[in-house]
């Protein structure tokens, strides 16, 4: 079995491409599947192709999903191989080594503004319409937005109210 150990972050996946060497003429089907047993809640594994060939060369791709909820640590994962067609049992054990790492925390926004009209006549009024769009993968709270304006333009009102200062729309 090659490799040893993966590092995935909570909430992601990772995989590994697993091979298994034979030898004196091993021609069987191989079936994979991982022992779960003291492994926590949140670890979800699935291979492809399952069960694999010798026409594939006895390889398959071991996918891991992390849940939030893992707990960072370090984990040995049994991954058992094993014939799928005689009555004889050749299972292989592998342990792989599992290093769940802290999820990066990403604050980031979006902010699209947009105007209606497009073009304002002199006196005219203009009013903004402010999308904001949380594209990172923590909540986002107390939040302020500041626009810095024009000191040429004259603010009349927000609507809810906001609070307008040395040029700043807050």
């Known amino acids: 079995f090659t490799p040893s150990s993966i590092y995935i972050q909570q909430d992601k996946s990772g995989s590994v491409t697993i091979d298994v060497s034979t030898f004196f003429g091993f021609s069987e089907d191989v079936i994979f599947e991982v022992d779960t047993l003291g492994l926590p809640d949140g670890l979800a594994f699935s291979f492809k192709p399952n069960p694999t060939t010798n026409l594939m060369k006895y390889q398959t791709k071991l996918t891991i999903d992390v849940a939030l909820e893992v707990p960072v640590n370090t984990y040995r994962v049994v991954v058992v191989a094993k014939n799928n067609t005689s009555s004889r049992d050749l299972s292989v054990i592998h342990e ?75």
């Not at 949380?134 to 927000?158: A, K, Q």
């Open 96 to 170: 792989l080594i599992l290093h769940v790492q802290k999820r990066v925390s990403i604050y980031k926004t979006e902010v699209c503004m947009q105007s209606s009209p497009e073009t304002v006549d002199e006196e005219g009024i203009v009013k903004y319409r402010i999308q904001i769009k949380n594209v990172g993968n923590e909540p986002l709270t107390n939040n302020t937005l500041i626009f810095e304006l024009d000191p040429n333009l004259e603010f009349v009102f927000s609507d809810p109210a906001g609070s307008y200062a040395n040029g700043e729309l807050y």
